[in-house]
């Protein structure tokens, strides 16, 4: 038995018929073996992105935290400015109050002060005035001897006069 390998023939077209199955067989092992690659590739994909992903919720996360943070402590900072400046402010009330305070009472010293010397000069005037007119009563150096109850009666009526003029 000689194999014949014809056109045609039964073992050639066997030989084609086993030659496409291979080849169909090889095809499809290719094909799922692409099928499965694409899979695979797809799925590193997917594992890649899905890290991409968390790393950036990662990130975002420990950026929020950090924010959170920050502000935290910048309203503390806050806080602690807003009372050292309540603070001073309230110092620079009390400092004020006493300055005012003291101009007040420096003010009424003076006023006291202007309103004594103020009186000691009219008290100065009215002795140099009496003196004037008690003068010509010729007190002798020795005392008192000349005076008599007119010329103190006449000295009092004029002090009362002199010093407590009547208001019209």
Same mark, same amino acid.
């Given at each position: 038995m000689r194999n014949d390998l014809r056109a045609g023939s039964g073992p050639a077209n066997s030989a084609i018929a086993a030659? =496409?199955?291979y080849h169909n067989g090889v095809l499809k092992q290719q094909a799922l073996m692409n099928s499965m690659f694409d899979?695979? %590739?797809s799925f590193v994909k997917e594992q890649r992105e899905q890290k991409r992903e968390d790393k950036a919720d990662l990130q975002k996360e420990q950026i929020h935290?950090?924010?959170k943070d920050s502000l935290q402590k910048?309203?503390?900072l806050l806080g602690k400015n807003l009372a050292?400046? =309540?603070r001073d402010k309230e110092q620079e009330r009390a400092r004020n109050k006493a300055q005012n305070a003291a101009a007040y009472a420096s %003010?009424?010293?003076n006023n006291e002060q202007q309103k004594a010397l103020k009186m000691q000069r009219k008290e100065k005037e009215d002795f140099d005035k009496l003196s004037k007119r008690l003068n010509p009563l010729n007190y002798?150096?020795?005392g008192f001897f000349n005076i008599d109850d007119t010329d103190i009666q006449n000295a009092l009526s004029f002090s009362e006069n002199g010093l407590f003029?009547?208001?019209r």
């Open positions: 030659a =496409e199955a899979k695979f %590739a935290a950090l924010q910048q309203n503390e050292h400046f =309540e %003010a009424a010293v002798s150096q020795s003029p009547q208001r």
